[in-house]
């Protein structure tokens, strides 16, 4: 047995991990199996990366933030949105630049064009999966959120006059363009971070400050190629 300490890193399934795996290749940080088509949650990385044995965990964007939060990982990557949607107590070191979007309150491109809010005795049925932005947003103005939990989809909501709006990332627009719907505020720009566990950043500090400086170096590269572009 390898008296190694343990560096454990949670990625985030979906699609912000293609846009991880070359970073982390630049790092020389890889994990030994596809990630993209295994269906073990926890792989193998590098036996012997900046004197730790790594390992990564694979599981879904939302639970990123609780793993690293808790200690079950030592670093992690996730969205900005659910960062600020859940607040967990992580450092957030690095910013990646990948998964870039944003997050955006939508509505029916009729109504929104019309200025009609959809308001009715302060209130307004709201379908997302950030549930406290929504509400923070509308409170700000006055208003009540009736929130509609959803775990994907959102869009549908407003067709099927679940909901009056949407609160929900937007990349091209096309999901939105496609089911009638238009943005109405931008609430702020989403990418994807590193972030840490506190206690790791004590404890494992050497390692963890080495993950951060080669995944700066990696988006520093991924930035100058996509300039030459
Ligand atoms: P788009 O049609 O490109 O605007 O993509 C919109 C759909 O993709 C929505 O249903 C979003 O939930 C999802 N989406 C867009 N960008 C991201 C992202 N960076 N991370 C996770 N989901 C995203």
């Not at 008296?3 to 991990?17: E, F, M, N, Q, V």
């Not at 846009?19 to 596809?34: D, G, V």
């Not at 929130?147 to 994907?152: A, C, K, N, P, S």
Request: charged share 30%; proline share 4%; aromatic share 6%.
């Amino acid at each position: 047995m390898s008296d190694k300490p343990i560096l454990t890193i949670a990625l985030s399934k979906g699609r912000i991990l293609e846009q991880t795996l070359p970073l982390l290749e630049f790092a020389n940080l890889m994990p030994k199996e596809n990630v993209q088509t295994t269906r073990k949650l926890m792989v193998d990385g590098p036996e012997d990366w900046a004197g730790s044995k790594v390992r990564f965990l694979i599981i879904r964007a939302a639970d990123v933030c609780t793993y690293v939060e808790k200690g079950a990982a030592d670093l992690g990557i996730s969205g900005r949105d659910l960062l600020l949607e859940y607040k967990p107590h992580v450092y957030e070191p690095l910013d990646l630049k990948i998964g870039k979007c944003r997050l955006c309150v939508c509505g029916p491109k009729d109504a929104v064009e019309a200025g009609d809010a959809l308001i009715t005795g302060g209130r307004i049925r709201v379908a997302t999966k950030y549930d406290t932005i929504a509400e923070d947003y509308y409170r700000k103005q006055g208003v009540h959120a009736d929130v509609i939990h959803l775990y994907g989809s959102m869009e549908l909501a407003p067709l099927v006059g679940m909901a009056d709006k949407i609160v929900d990332v937007v990349e091209t627009g096309n999901t939105l363009k496609a089911n009638g719907l238009v943005e109405e505020a931008t609430l702020f720009d989403v990418s994807s971070r590193l972030i840490a566990n506190p206690a790791s950043f004590v404890t494992k500090k050497k390692q963890v400050q080495a993950v951060i400086d080669q995944l700066r170096e990696a988006v520093k590269n991924r930035e100058k190629v996509k300039e030459s572009e």
